[in-house]
């Protein structure tokens, strides 16, 4: 019976997560995410790349110009991402969630993190910008790496993951 209840739950447990956050999302969720994106991201997407690499503190996500001599997506890029890590720094995830939606997974987590619990850092790239985020607490890093496979999955067509995309992008610190 113990087993039973084990499995029950495991089960259970699994099939509540969201697809969503766990593959490609469907052309008219893509539609709409790139269109809310229009609106909060002054970037071109069709221009740039998102990379997610999830770590064991946390992750870090990039952004990066298809064309390394476009000053201009650059630009754009790296006034984003500085914003809105000052904005995460302050417990406001208002931007993911204008694009995403409020159920989006994780974001929860992420924004009632006291300030601190995660550390939040930028840094410039010769062709874009990441943001890193660190913490030791099991609870927040699980919401990290909810929230980029969620980005992922929104984002498919404008994002991958680092170890599927060509290492000699990747940025080291």
Do not use: C
Request: glycine share 4%; no cysteine; proline share 4%.
């Amino acid at each position: 019976m113990t087993k039973f209840l084990i499995v029950s739950f495991l089960l259970a447990s699994a099939l509540s997560v969201p697809v969503y956050a766990l593959e490609k999302a469907d052309d008219r969720r893509l539609d709409e995410v790139a269109e809310r994106g229009s609106h909060v991201m002054p970037f071109d997407l069709e221009k740039s790349v998102h990379i997610f690499s999830k770590t064991n503190t946390g992750g870090t996500q990039q952004v990066i110009v298809k064309d390394k001599s476009d000053v201009e997506q650059i630009n754009l890029i790296r006034s984003h991402l500085s914003e809105i890590t000052e904005a995460f720094k302050q417990g406001n995830f208002s931007n993911p969630e204008k694009i995403h939606g409020a159920l989006m997974p994780g974001l929860a987590e992420l924004k009632s993190a006291k300030p601190g619990q995660i550390e939040i850092t930028y840094k410039e790239l010769p062709d874009g910008a990441e943001i890193t985020y660190a913490t030791s607490i099991e609870k927040l890093k699980h919401a990290l790496h909810q929230w980029f496979d969620a980005q992922l999955s929104d984002h498919a067509r404008h994002a991958v993951p680092e170890h599927h995309y060509d290492s000699s992008h990747r940025h080291h610190k």
